[in-house]
């Protein structure tokens, strides 16, 4: 019924440049002897031209009134205060996803802070002790206001960046559209909450349908990837030229090859890639996006410029970048539990404890749920955590993926390496913030629980949070 197919027309020709994402102004101001960069972000109503011209503009809901919202640039180290004002109809808050900030200031309504009503404002001011690629986003109804456009993007640049030419940032969203390019609102939908969640038909980089991305020979692009999607999951590949990974989720990683079957970005992941412009001036590349079987499609194209190349051959300069803060956890003293998702449609799930009583499927289905973490179907953000965690120890998290769907599951809070799936180690021990299971798939995840107070641990298919996916884990 949904195609994930853009179907809409598409804008004749785009070059899209660093300017493809707005730059906020970020002056630097000092209070109290510590720097903190001041934005003022405005959650309110917008319109958006999301579709060409061919189309009229959509009413979103957006920070700053664009979409996405405007990017934040700061540098590790640094102190961010950002005001955010409520000019929408219902509450909102916001996450800072990835950031591993005190707990008062990650944005989850009830869990960390009461909403912020309409009209209201909240000031959010923490550090940034990790350099990466982030994204904000709000908590509050997250699969209506994130699907009306409330996203956006924020890079902590290291402080010794890798030497490229050149930085981008495509943040990837997904639209439910109709005919007159008007958002479905839909947003509650039992079919999307027991299935694979919120799959629109628009594909969106950096708010628009650009046709091409405008890239001269030899040049060396850090192009930084993050999937803001409700659902939709991204597999891409880069026609022609080799993309290396060099961060998941913010978090440095060994350079390796973005795999011959595509890059996964499940929603809320990110990566950012090396990509060197090897091919010839006036060449055009495509970046296919092949994630669902039978429904590839062309994401955009690298266009090359008639420029003569930059250098002969690629640039011959370090990757890797230098780690981040995250303390080492000791696997051997490790705290080991199991977490337990279940549920979604074609599954066996008998039934779920929602708020305290046991309720048997239907009920529950009834209610709008459809799935459970460790045998509890969540029903708002305040939860009794599954799990308590002695503040500076190490833990090893399996997470068994019982159900025939699959699950990017993020931890607010921490950055947590992952050492094995299915039992096998894996190649990079990636740090993340965001796991995508696979259907059936276990995984082994690991971290120092050293952040103090109570962090969601969900799905980031927003229709599965919304549906029960959702649990609390409490360091103390
Ligand atoms: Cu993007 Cu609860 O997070
Ligand atoms: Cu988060
Ligand atoms: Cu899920």
Redesign the pocket.
């Known amino acids: 019924m949904t195609e994930p197919k853009p179907s809409l027309s598409r804008r004749d020709l785009l070059a899209l440049g660093a300017a493809g994402a707005a730059a906020a102004a970020l002056p630097r101001l000092a209070r109290g002897g510590e720097a903190a960069r001041e934005v003022r972000l405005t959650a309110a109503r917008g319109r958006a031209r999301l579709v060409g011209p061919d189309y009229g503009e959509t009413d979103i809901w957006c920070y700053g009134g664009t979409v996405p919202g405007p990017l934040l640039r700061l540098r590790q180290g640094e102190r961010l205060r950002a005001r955010v004002t409520n000019r929408l109809k219902q509450p909102t808050t916001v996450?800072w996803?990835?950031i591993r900030l005190p707990n008062a200031m990650d944005g989850?309504p009830q869990l960390t802070q009461p909403p912020i009503a309409p009209g209201g404002d909240f000031t959010y001011e923490f550090d940034l002790p990790d350099a990466g690629t982030y994204?904000y986003?709000p908590?509050e109804r997250?699969n209506e206001q994130v699907a009306r456009g409330l996203a956006g993007a924020l890079i902590v640049e290291e402080s010794e960046p890798i030497r490229v030419d050149r930085e981008a940032v495509w943040v990837l969203d997904d639209w439910r559209l109709d005919r007159d390019a008007r958002i479905v609102e839909d947003f509650d939908n039992f079919r999307d909450i027991g299935h694979a969640g919120r799959i629109g038909n628009t594909v969106t980089l950096n708010g628009e349908l650009p046709e091409n991305f405008a890239l001269r020979a030899g040049e060396r692009i850090r192009l930084r990837l993050i999937n803001v999607a409700n659902a939709r999951v991204f597999g891409l590949r880069f026609e022609g030229h080799r993309p290396r990974i060099i961060a998941l989720d913010g978090q440095p990683v060994t350079p390796h090859d973005v795999p011959e079957d595509g890059l996964v970005l499940g929603p809320?992941m990110r990566a950012d890639l090396i990509l060197d412009a090897e091919g010839a001036p006036g060449q055009v590349s495509r970046v296919i996006d092949g994630f669902y079987r039978d429904r590839d499609y062309r994401l955009i194209d690298l266009a090359y410029t008639s420029e003569p190349p930059l250098r002969d051959h690629p640039l011959d300069a370090p990757l890797a970048l230098a780690p981040n803060t995250m303390p080492e956890p000791d696997l051997k003293t490790a705290g080991r539990h199991d977490i337990v998702l279940e549920g979604g449609m074609m599954s066996r799930l008998r039934g779920a404890l929602m708020d305290g009583e046991r309720v048997g499927v239907r009920d529950m289905m009834r209610l709008g749920k459809a799935w459970s973490v460790n045998g509890v179907a969540a029903t708002g953000h305040a939860m009794t955590p599954i799990l308590t965690l002695e503040r500076g120890r190490s833990y090893v998290l399996t997470l068994h993926n019982h159900t025939p769907w699959q699950h990017p599951m993020?931890l607010?809070g921490h950055s947590f390496r992952v050492i094995s799936r299915n039992g096998r180690p894996t190649a990079h021990r990636e740090w993340l913030d965001?796991v995508f299971l696979d259907r059936d798939e276990s995984a082994e995840i690991a971290f120092v629980a050293d952040n103090p107070g109570d962090w969601?641990f969900?799905c980031?298919v927003l229709e599965h949070?919304q549906g029960g996916m959702?649990s609390v884990i409490r360091v103390t």
């Open positions: 996450h996803h990835g989850v994204w986003h908590h997250g809320a993020h607010h965001t969601l969900h980031h949070m959702m």
